[in-house]
């Protein structure tokens, strides 16, 4: 059985970092480009970043370039989303995914909440 | 950056009805890289529909997909209690790689 779960969310203050984690299990996990999919409250589904099976390509929404590191270890079966430079409104849940190339997430964790508030 | 508007935003129906969903892109969208989800409260999204019109792995056939271009449509065939749930579209693109519509909530009437 497909398994993702995400870990590492938190109140932080504004400008604070913040590292999220997804252990994966139940599937090859260094076979699949992996993503990382927000949501705020009560809103709509935001894309933010991808990064390929082997971690050579990787892709960031504008929204979060340069604040925001996406990396995985799939030694441990593992995918991780480094956020600096933190803003209010980076408040959301935080969902893995795994993805089916790039086209689409098939399977996605509970999702981690993080809120930046002072 | 292609948009995707989903209408309506809010569609009243029973159970047992049918229920069709709207989502319509800026720009026309390659079949294969349109998408379906579903997401109950408090719940991560699920897979309902992948290039369009292929069912995900154990959804059931009461839901399909249809479209083309910039207009693809999400038809629940006959509600079940625990569809009444919002549904969301996707695209895959260059930049960003996914966009989503902003989504539908299924209520019951």
């Known amino acids: 059985e497909v398994q993702l779960v995400e870990s590492g969310g938190g109140l932080v203050k504004p400008g604070g970092s913040l590292r999220l984690s997804c252990a994966a299990s139940?599937?090859?996990?260094?076979?699949?480009?992996m993503h990382w999919v927000r949501q705020a409250s009560g809103t709509g589904l935001e894309w933010v970043s991808s990064i390929s099976s082997t971690g050579r390509y990787i892709n960031y929404a504008d929204s979060v370039k340069g604040r925001f590191t996406i990396s995985r270890d799939n030694a441990q079966s593992s995918l991780f989303l480094h956020m600096n430079s933190l803003r209010a409104d980076d408040t959301a849940v935080y969902y893995c995914a795994r993805g089916v190339g790039e086209l689409r997430g098939d399977y996605w964790g509970q999702g981690t909440l993080v809120a930046v508030s002072s | 950056e292609i948009v995707l508007t989903q209408s309506p935003g809010t569609l009243s129906l029973s159970p047992g009805e049918v229920a069709t969903l709207s989502c319509r892109a800026s720009?026309?969208?390659?079949?294969?890289?349109l998408a379906w989800y579903q997401q109950s409260p408090g719940q991560a999204p699920r897979l309902l529909i992948y290039?369009?019109?292929s069912r995900a792995t154990g959804i059931p056939d009461r839901f399909s997909g249809s479209g083309s271009g910039t207009d693809f449509t999400l038809t629940i065939s006959r509600l079940e209690p625990e569809d009444f749930v919002v549904y969301y579209c996707?695209?895959?693109?260059?930049?960003?790689?996914?966009?989503f519509g902003q989504g539908t909530k299924v209520e019951i009437k």
């Open positions: 996707q695209q895959y693109g260059s930049s960003p790689l996914w966009t």
């Open positions: 720009q026309s969208v390659s079949s294969s890289h």
């Open positions: 290039g369009t019109s």
């Open positions: 139940g599937f090859t996990f260094n076979t699949h480009t």
